[in-house]
């Protein structure tokens, strides 16, 4: 596993946009993400993946708020963040592994087996 560099988060007012940026992952990694951890010493928690056909699945939080997608070209995945609430703060790490078909939208079994965590971006939403 590799770590990723992620960028693009800071303050925001409520109701505001933010896209993340994630650099990085191998090209034998089939399945990539985001993830939130609220405070420290809390889990992180999936946001959002896509898998390399193009399939994504979403926190239910994030369904019709953010989007999630892949650049392969630049091995750069992003999430596009709209509509932000206070709820959404935190700090934001993306995260690739080769997971079995059909488990890329499990980002609470496949997250756990990532272990090369970035530094993440911290995301700061106020009301």
């Known amino acids: 596993q590799v770590p990723l560099a992620e960028s693009g988060g800071g303050p925001v007012q409520a109701a505001g946009s933010l896209r993340l940026s994630c650099v990085g992952g191998?090209?034998?990694?089939?399945?990539a993400g985001w993830f939130r951890r609220h405070a420290p010493g809390k889990a992180r928690e999936g946001v959002a993946s896509i898998d390399t056909d193009g399939r994504t699945s979403y926190a239910d939080s994030a369904k019709g708020r953010f989007t999630i997608s892949k650049d392969n070209a630049e091995n750069t995945l992003y999430l596009q963040m709209t509509s932000l609430e206070p709820e959404d703060a935190g700090i934001y790490y993306c995260?690739?592994?080769?997971?079995?078909?059909?488990?890329?939208?499990?980002?609470?079994?496949?997250?756990?087996?990532?272990?090369?965590w970035g530094q993440g971006t911290q995301v700061t939403v106020s009301s």
């Open positions: 191998r090209q034998y990694d089939n399945c």
């Open positions: 995260a690739a592994l080769h997971v079995p078909p059909g488990m890329c939208s499990s980002t609470s079994w496949w997250g756990p087996l990532f272990d090369s």
